[in-house]
């Protein structure tokens, strides 16, 4: 039993030490960056009126946030609250960064739940699809697909989704993830689904390419081995090689890819929640950042890093179940 133990806590103090560098990386660089902005966070903070407001109230101001202080010493201020589980208090809301961050990630959550499934089953569908008919008019047609919409901004394809389905087609909604209006406890499932399902598929469109490619080349090698040429000399239909040989060996790097995707999921909601208004963290993303509001970006920062590196994380726990050849710490068996 202790053998089997000692590569899971090896593997997962590995993890756990390599989480809190890269995590103590991003607070430093974010903080530095934002720190060094040449936006002035005071006249960010109070927008419009910055003439109504005298030189004593900029300075209570800055006060209030911590503004008139060194950027090292605000650092190590912030660096010392977040340890003790305080991320500070986000000065676009007014609220606690950890709120603002729950609140906003429940709604971007199912966003980011949907493109995500929709980006991974239909990418390693057309994947399998161009390898299994290689050099087909359907393999052309996956990769034309798959190469133009790789080289396209996010927002440019939101943009064209919004054009076509809801200002010529009026089929769905403009913005908002409810109705404007209507008040959250009344707002049913059907029509916040009808508002989520354009931004998840703008947001998973893209993904869907990167992965499509890579399942493609993986099944063309695959295809293309000793194993499977001797398989087709015996019989052996596509379909039952697809099966028995080619599912079993893309599925690994497929699954690495979609699991890495979610970093590029995340950042592009922050366009795509824009192009739609749609009330997620991407959003707040945008305004911490337009605002100025150090605490609350690098939070979100904070948490996207371990959001993503969470997922990375699960991504080589789940190995096992598809390849139980490969064991925790290296160890395989025959």
Not at 7 to 30: C, D, E, G, N, Q
Not at 167 to 184: E, F, H, K, N, Y
Request: with cysteine; glycine share 8%; charged share 10%.
């Amino acid at each position: 039993m202790d053998m089997q133990l000692k590569p899971i806590l090896l593997f997962f103090s590995y993890k756990l030490v390599r989480l809190a560098l890269l995590l103590v990386a991003v607070a430093v660089l974010t903080f530095g960056l934002m720190s060094l902005s040449p936006i002035d966070p005071v006249q960010a903070y109070v927008g419009a009126d910055m003439l109504q407001v005298s030189a004593a109230q900029r300075e209570l101001i800055a006060q209030r946030w911590g503004l008139d202080q060194p950027m090292m010493v605000r650092f190590w201020d912030w660096f010392g609250q977040i340890i003790q589980g305080n991320w500070g208090t986000s000065m676009v809301f007014n609220q606690p960064v950890l709120q603002v961050i729950g609140q906003r990630f429940q709604v971007s959550l199912q966003l980011l739940a949907i493109a995500w499934l929709l980006s991974g089953l239909l990418g390693l569908g057309l994947g399998v699809l161009a390898g299994a008919f290689e050099g087909t008019w359907i393999d052309r047609g996956i990769r034309l697909y798959a190469y133009t919409l790789a080289s396209s901004p996010t927002f440019w394809v939101a943009l064209l989704l919004l054009i076509f389905f809801s200002v010529s087609l009026r089929l769905t909604p403009i913005c908002c993830a409810a109705p404007p209006g209507v008040l959250a406890q009344n707002v049913t499932f059907w029509q916040h689904l009808h508002h989520l399902l354009l931004p998840a598929l703008a947001l998973s469109i893209i993904g869907i390419a990167s992965i499509a490619l890579h399942t493609r080349q993986k099944l063309i090698d695959v295809l293309h081995s000793d194993y499977v040429l001797f398989a087709r000399a015996q019989g052996e239909s596509l379909w039952g090689i697809l099966r028995h040989h080619g599912l079993r060996n893309i599925l690994l790097p497929a699954l690495t890819l979609q699991f890495a995707s979610l970093s590029e999921l995340f950042g592009g909601s922050v366009l795509v929640e824009q192009v739609f208004a749609y009330p997620g963290l991407g959003q707040a993303t945008v305004q911490a950042a337009l605002r100025s509001d150090v605490p609350l970006l690098v939070g979100i920062v904070f948490f996207s890093a371990l959001f993503v590196y969470t997922g990375n994380t699960l991504a080589d726990l789940s190995y096992q179940v598809i390849d139980p050849r490969i064991r925790i710490g290296g160890r395989r068996t025959a």
